[in-house]
């Protein structure tokens, strides 16, 4: 019997993985995914629920440091979280981005490390997290910034290579990178509130690791002075939705002041009102 094709989607979004996975082990991808695994870890454990969910990148420990009692970490391919070094406890799950085995609203937090990067609809993934998300849902995502040194350089490279060059891309071919004001209108059509953002990994874009060390100093001073310029960055959204309202962290109305007349002492010690 002849074997099946392949289905085109499918073996392209296997290959974007796998090389994002190769990527990860060289020093800009290690100096990236430690920035990356220092914002998830603020990022995280002030958010609370009972449902947590990491769809892609089980290189990256996003859920250790958040206290729900159910977390998973989901992929469209095998996973294997004791070779990608996973600490946390959490369940594996099999399934597309788009498609998610869940109930509406069912889940309080969902983290996507480059997940609309690798997604084939990237739309219909976020709108996929929507329904997933309670009211007041928090949703985290991580992208790569396509204004950024290192993305100036990846076009860099595939202008060279469209002139014979086989000089390597310096970012993995990861689909096209989504820009933070991009993202950010996505998710107010989608009736999110950004609550947070940030920019990171201002060193050059070096594949070296000593010279990404000696540029550390750009972390801070980047951050400070050209914040847009970060070659990732993280932003963290609520689900809000309209004419409802949360008992449990509503704030108490103002008692009204008693309607009883004052009692005033005079210079006599009399009660007067």
Known sequence: MEAEPLNPLASRAQSQHEA??????????????????????????????????QLGLP???????????????????????HSAGRRAAVV????????LPFANASLDLVVLPHALELASDPHRTLREVERVLVPEG?????????????????????????LGSRAPLFLPPSGEPIG????????????FEVEAGRFGCFAPPLWRRRWLQRFAWMEDRGDRWWPVF???????????????????????????????PAVVANKEGLEVE
């Open 180 to 191: 933070y004001w991009r993202l950010r209108d996505w998710l107010r059509l989608l009736s």
């Open 230 to 260: 970060g070659a990732v960055y993280l932003v963290v959204a609520v689900k809000r939705v309209r004419g409802m309202r949360l008992v449990g962290l509503a704030r108490r109305e103002r008692v009204k002041a008693s309607t009883a």
């Open 20 to 53: 994002l996975r190769r990527w990860l082990n060289t020093a800009p991808g290690r100096y990236l995914l430690a920035w990356e695994q220092q914002c998830m870890d603020l990022a995280v454990p002030d958010l609370f629920g009972f449902h947590a969910l």
């Open 92 to 99: 594996t799950l099999h399934c597309e981005s788009d498609a």
């Open 138 to 162: 928090r949703v985290v995502i991580l992208g790569f910034n396509p204004w950024s040194l290192w993305a100036l350089r990846q076009r860099l490279g595939r202008w060279r290579r469209r």
């Open 59 to 81: 290189e990256l420990d996003a859920l250790r440091m958040n206290r729900m009692p159910h977390r998973w970490c989901a992929s469209d391919e095998p996973l294997d979280l």
